[in-house]
């Protein structure tokens, strides 16, 4: 796994994936990589849908879950060493947001200078009931947002 690659796994008993951004590649003895992204300290990557959330760097164990994020040409306009310098900016950061600065729309950031989220749009209906009927529109605006940089498959 390359520097300033995206990538996302399964969230812990929750409804959305989360994202991050590798700084350091595959450790060879630990099958781990160094990444940035907005987590509530302490490995629960939902905890409380982000109510505690900030940006840190952290080592993740590599496993079949995780996808790597595929990027439009031209999206990416920050080259990997820039993308990392962007993320470690805000490092401690902890102004999470579900619908607009989250840990993807924050690698989004970092990568393409585009503060970009499907998934803070999708959350309502993912969640279920009336709130996934009234979701609709919603959805359909973050996915716009999101095919301006990148080939999204939820």
Sequence with gaps: MNLGTHIRTPGTMCVYDHHMLVIRGIHPHRNTVLVIHYTKHGGDTC????????????????????????????????????????ARSRTGEAKYNLFDNNCESF????????????QGDAAPMKIGGVVAAAAVVGVGVGVAKCKDVMHYTP
């Excluded at 079949?64 to 994020?69: P, Q």
Aim: proline share 2%; aromatic share 6%; net charge negative.
């Design 107 to 118: 690698v989004n950031w970092a990568l393409t200078e585009k503060n970009v989220t499907y």
């Design 47 to 86: 905890g409380k849908l982000g109510l505690d959330n900030k940006i840190i760097e952290e080592e993740k164990t590599i496993t079949d879950k995780i996808v790597v994020a595929v990027y439009k040409d031209g999206a990416v306009i920050n080259t990997p060493e820039q993308a990392i310098v962007r």
